[in-house]
């Protein structure tokens, strides 16, 4: 299944196999994983089952992922990385911001547990916490989800805080924003807004 955004082919000539491999790995258990949640609820996934749909070992599977939490932080490290991308053209400030919201509605109604299973994950954790004893996305993990867009690495996977707050810096900078704004309280506020976002979506009535 389709999780992030494609932004050029992936020029790997620069990685050793060891790294390309260990990425390779990483993304398809993610992949596997996002798949699970569409018919399972999270509680009931069971690394065993995981890593048979992976064809790895229970020990491996830990050696990438050493909780099964860790898959949820990975997904959004990399989902950050893919907003990014996504708003690259545009104009930093609330264009940005904008299309943050629009960009998450339409991946909420695409992978529907996904989103919800994240946001209840978040509820009951310290994300920036527990992000400390994971394994960062690698520029390999980045090249193979995304392509080798200009630029990669410069783009931070450090989940939505850093890039709101970036684009609200530069809203008021430009005047998109009143004078004296804080910007702490507003990154705060649409960060409440945004994690509802996601509900709202699924949720929706069609009619």
Avoid at 13 to 33: D, H, M, P, Y
Avoid at 170 to 193: D, F, H, T, Y
Wanted: some cysteine; overall charge neutral.
């Amino acid at each position: 299944m389709k999780l992030f955004g494609k932004y050029g082919a992936a020029e790997l000539k620069g990685f050793s196999v060891r790294e390309i491999k260990f990425a390779r790995a990483r993304l398809g258990v993610l992949e596997q994983f996002a798949s699970a949640l569409q018919t399972t609820s999270y509680a009931d996934i069971r690394i065993k089952d995981l890593s048979r749909a992976c064809e790895i070992s229970e020990p491996s599977f830990y050696n990438y992922f050493p909780r099964k939490d860790d898959l949820f932080l990975y997904f959004i490290s990399l989902w950050s990385v893919d907003i990014q991308l996504h708003a690259k053209n545009l104009e930093p400030g609330l264009e940005v911001i904008y299309e943050i919201f629009r960009y998450t509605a339409s991946t909420a109604s695409k992978n529907p547990n996904l989103l919800k299973e994240i946001i209840s994950y978040q509820s009951r954790t310290d994300p920036s916490r527990a992000a400390r004893d994971v394994t960062a996305v690698s520029l390999a993990e980045k090249h193979i989800a995304f392509g080798s867009a200009p630029g990669l690495e410069k783009y931070p996977d450090q989940g939505l805080g850093p890039v709101l707050h970036a684009n609200l810096k530069e809203a008021l900078r430009k005047n998109q924003l009143p004078a004296g704004a804080a910007v702490e309280v507003l990154a705060l506020a649409l960060g409440s807004i945004f994690f509802g976002v996601p509900i709202l979506v699924i949720h929706e009535d069609p009619a």
